[in-house]
C-alpha cells in the first residue's frame, strides 16, 4: 500500500508564488522518480515536472524557468516551487511516484485569478 499526500494548493494573483507538497508512505523500498502533473476541466493529466531518484529532473515547456521540482529522500517527500504564476496555470495538480507501480495522490487545486 502507498499512499500519496498533497498540500499547498490555493488561490494566488498573478505573478504569484506557491509551494506544493507530497509526502509519500507505506511500502516504498522501490520508491524512484517522483513528480507533479496536472489537468483543467475538459484535458487530459499533463505532465508539469518530474525528478528522479538521483535527482535529474525534467519540465514541461510551459512551465521551465517558472517552476522548481525537487525532493527530500530523507522525508519521501517532492515539492513544486511554482513562481511568476499565470492564469492559464489553474488547475488540479496531483502528485506522482513511481514505486514499481505508478501512483497517484487525491489532487490540490491552484488557482490563479486577479
Known amino acids: 500500500q502507498v499512499q500519496l499526500v498533497e498540500s499547498g494548493g490555493g488561490v494566488v494573483q498573478p505573478g504569484g508564488s506557491l509551494r506544493l507538497s507530497c509526502v509519500v508512505s507505506?511500502?516504498?523500498?522501490?520508491?524512484?522518480?517522483m513528480g507533479w502533473y496536472r489537468q483543467d476541466s475538459g484535458n487530459a493529466r499533463n505532465l508539469v515536472a518530474v525528478?528522479?531518484?538521483?535527482?535529474?529532473?525534467n519540465y514541461s515547456h510551459s512551465v521551465k524557468g517558472r517552476f522548481t521540482i525537487s525532493r527530500d529522500n530523507a522525508k519521501n517527500t517532492v515539492y513544486l516551487q511554482m513562481n511568476s504564476l499565470k492564469p492559464e496555470d489553474t488547475a488540479v495538480y496531483y502528485c506522482?511516484?513511481?514505486?514499481?507501480?505508478?501512483?497517484w495522490g487525491q489532487g490540490t487545486q491552484v488557482t490563479v485569478s486577479s
Open positions: 525528478v528522479t531518484d538521483d535527482g535529474f529532473t
Open positions: 507505506g511500502s516504498i523500498d522501490s520508491l524512484s522518480a
Open positions: 506522482w511516484a513511481n514505486v514499481q507501480s505508478e501512483y
